[in-house]
């Protein structure tokens, strides 16, 4: 069974350009990762210092070997020092 994941980070403006430097290079480690079946950065329209990553994992396995990676664990400091609050992730799995 497939896995949804949504992270959402609340940015600092000043600190947009890091964050997404950060973003790039997650994002083109992690698709090499086992599993990983979608895996975007979005950015909302109506505030622009608010990202959400959208992914989609074949397993929780899976998900889980993402988040012991290296470039996960790289990534997650500069995104705390990026965001002004915790960042938000949901885990989803289909009902139907």
């Not at 790039?24 to 979608?38: P, S």
């Not at 990553?53 to 993402?66: G, I, K, N, P, T």
Request: negative net charge; contains cysteine.
């Amino acid at each position: 069974m497939s896995i949804t994941v949504l992270a959402s980070f609340q940015v600092k403006t000043e600190k947009v350009a890091d964050f997404l430097a950060a973003c790039r290079e997650l994002t083109e480690h992690t698709m090499k990762d086992k599993g990983v079946l979608f895996y975007e950065l979005q950015r909302n329209n109506e505030n622009a210092n608010l990202f959400v990553f959208v992914e989609r994992w074949e397993s929780q396995a899976d998900l889980d070997a993402h988040l012991a990676t290296a470039h996960i664990q790289k990534a997650f400091p500069i995104f705390l020092e990026c965001c002004q609050s915790e960042p938000v992730v949901q885990v989803f799995s289909p009902v139907f």
